[in-house]
């Protein structure tokens, strides 16, 4: 059978359980995911980065691999940054977002980095010492002029800060002076622009983390303002956590701003999204788009304003085949969690039927969407197999010979 036919038969099914498959489809084409920068480059991980040949080696080389990305799955049209990392070789910013929509995508997230010069040992916001918490708001505000000049409307947050033993230092002490900082940055935000908070519970720091879980990026985003907003790294849990419930609570409370996409076993390993837990990853979904289709403010509207973004390096599996099944696996994710069926479901929770609303969701999870998707992309006018298309692209071969093997710093070697 072909893509053609078995869709037909995923559509009559659908279609007599009352949903709407034109509506899934538009839904699915207007989806969309941001690309990192830096996991196109040799980076990502504290042990030992290999090399990868073809890896960009340039900010303007990831632009045009995340350009490649958006080709094959139409569904991935910016990229997001993280200076100085991406610091243009000129130092032109106009330059280069002109660049990027040149190459048909749009600059994404601003993400700074207070982590990783010398000064940042005791943190950078967090830190006791007033001028190294001068040196990182410089910076964090020299991101949010990036952002006018990129047109990016999200400053995308991350922090190291932490402490390593009880007692180096005050825990309360630290708390007001990352209060202090955000609110300087916040001040400072592009006009429409939002700033998203992401936390993490462990590493680099061992002991305390400054930023440790959404509970607190949710209580400072509060205080901030609304145009303050929660960022959920999937990676950033413990093992067992649920992390649908989380994005369920902060969507009710208009605080969900943004997603880090990636996949992890065991601590923040950055492997494919979807790759561990595809499950987990459609009931994240699932929790979205029952907002979206919901009545329910602000849930419905904060759904429609979350930024989706990956943020993995891959290190030992390439760069871009890795990027795009990322992609292309929170599209299924996101299929499937439209092909539940809403009111049967609400009706199944209403009644106390748990066995049957449990059912109901498992039943859309099982459903095989990849002729769905193969519909979708032709009609999208985007290869029905992105990584087969990929491949057979010669793109890879090209950068190898084009680019050569860069070290794991981003230099080049021959
Ligand atoms: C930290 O682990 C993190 O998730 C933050 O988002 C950083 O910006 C990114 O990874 C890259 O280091
Ligand atoms: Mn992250």
């Not at 005791?122 to 006791?128: A, D, H, Q, W, Y």
Request: net charge negative; glycine share 8%; charged share 25%.
């Amino acid at each position: 059978m072909t893509d053609q036919e078995q869709f037909q038969l995923l559509a009559d099914s659908l279609s007599q359980q009352g949903i709407d498959v034109s509506g899934v489809k538009e839904a699915l084409k207007s989806q969309k995911i941001e690309t990192p920068s830096w996991g196109y480059a040799n980076s990502g991980t504290r042990f030992k980065n290999f090399a990868w040949p073809g890896a960009a080696r340039t900010t303007r080389e990831k632009i045009d691999d995340a350009a490649m990305v958006h080709e094959m799955t139409g569904i991935a049209p910016s990229v997001a940054v993280h200076i100085p990392w991406d610091k243009p070789e000129d130092g032109d910013y106009v330059a280069f977002r002109q660049y990027a929509e040149d190459q048909g995508i749009r600059v994404g997230a601003v993400n700074p980095n207070v982590f990783q010069d010398d000064e940042y040992r005791l943190g950078s916001l967090g830190n006791p010492s007033p001028g190294y918490r001068e040196l990182a708001l410089d910076h964090l505000l020299e991101c949010c002029d990036i952002m006018t000049k990129v047109e990016s409307d999200i400053l995308s947050l991350w922090f190291a800060d932490g402490t390593n033993y009880a007692g180096q230092d005050s825990l309360r002490a630290r708390k007001h002076r990352f209060e202090d900082g955000l609110a300087r940055v916040y001040e400072q935000l592009p006009e429409g622009s939002r700033m998203l908070i992401e936390y993490k519970f462990f590493e680099p720091a061992f002991y305390s983390t400054d930023i440790p879980d959404w509970g607190t990026a949710y209580a400072w985003s509060l205080k901030l303002g609304a145009h303050a907003q929660v960022l959920v790294d999937l990676g950033h849990h413990a093992s067992g956590v649920n992390i649908e419930q989380i994005v369920a609570f902060l969507l009710d409370e208009g605080k969900l701003g943004g997603f880090h996409f990636n996949n992890r076993k065991y601590a923040d390993d950055d492997l494919i999204v979807g790759s561990v837990n595809p499950y987990e990853l459609f009931l994240i979904f699932n929790e979205l788009t029952g907002a979206a289709l919901s009545d329910d403010e602000p849930a419905r509207s904060t759904s429609l304003n979350v930024a989706y973004m990956i943020d993995q390096s891959h290190n030992i599996e390439g760069k871009l085949a890795p990027m795009i099944l990322s992609v292309l696996n929170c599209q299924e994710a996101y299929a499937k969690s439209l092909l539940v069926s809403r009111d049967e479901l609400a009706d199944a929770q209403l009644s106390g039927d748990v066995l049957g609303a449990h059912h109901i969701l498992t039943e859309a999870y099982r459903i095989d969407v990849r002729p769905l998707l193969a519909v979708v992309r032709e009609e999208m006018g985007i290869p029905a197999d992105p990584i087969a298309a990929y491949r057979a692209s010669g793109y890879e071969q090209k950068i190898v010979s084009e680019r050569g093997t860069a070290d794991s710093d981003g230099g080049y070697q021959s």
